[in-house]
Nanobody
Framework: QVQLVESGRALVQSGGSLTVSCTAA????????VGWFRQVPGKEREGVGC????????????WYSESVEGRFAISRNDAENTVYLQMGSLKPEDPGTYYC????????????????????????WGNGTLVTVSS
């Protein structure tokens, strides 16, 4: 079965850290750019960050939204078919359901797609990870 599997829900203290994983099953994730998105009830899905594939390059291109820049980091381990979202210095405004999504996008295209919430252009979506931040 072709799918993206995320690591599941988490409760973290404010100021704490959390790593969420996104593992591809049934396809090779190394061909795909991967974005991370946050969904909060009553609000539109927003892009948190993204990482390009590494085809033809030794480095991946990353982008982060202004709200998480410097606190979150995205990395990938293609040997494990997995992308990680490392969340640090968590704030009360960070909670929500975090989704990973994979798309056959170039590094140039993935950034505006991610900024736009990943609409229409992503091929696979993860099952979502509910992140709760306690004060």
């Amino acid at each position: 079965q072709v799918q993206l599997v995320e690591s599941g829900r988490a409760l973290v203290q404010s100021g704490g850290s959390l790593t969420v994983s996104c593992t591809a099953a049934g396809f090779n994730l190394d061909l795909y750019a991967v974005g991370w998105f946050r969904q909060v009830p009553g609000k539109e899905r927003e892009g948190v960050g993204c990482i390009s594939n590494m085809i033809g390059s030794t480095d991946a291109t990353t982008w982060y939204s202004e709200s998480v820049e410097g606190r979150f980091a995205i990395s990938r381990n293609d040997a494990e078919n997995t992308v990680y979202l490392q969340m640090g210095s968590l704030k009360p405004e960070d909670p929500g359901t975090y989704y990973c999504a994979a798309g056959r996008l170039s590094a140039t295209v993935m950034i505006p797609v991610s900024k736009g919430g990943g609409k229409y252009a992503m091929d696979y979506w993860g099952n979502g990870t509910l992140v709760t931040v306690s004060s």
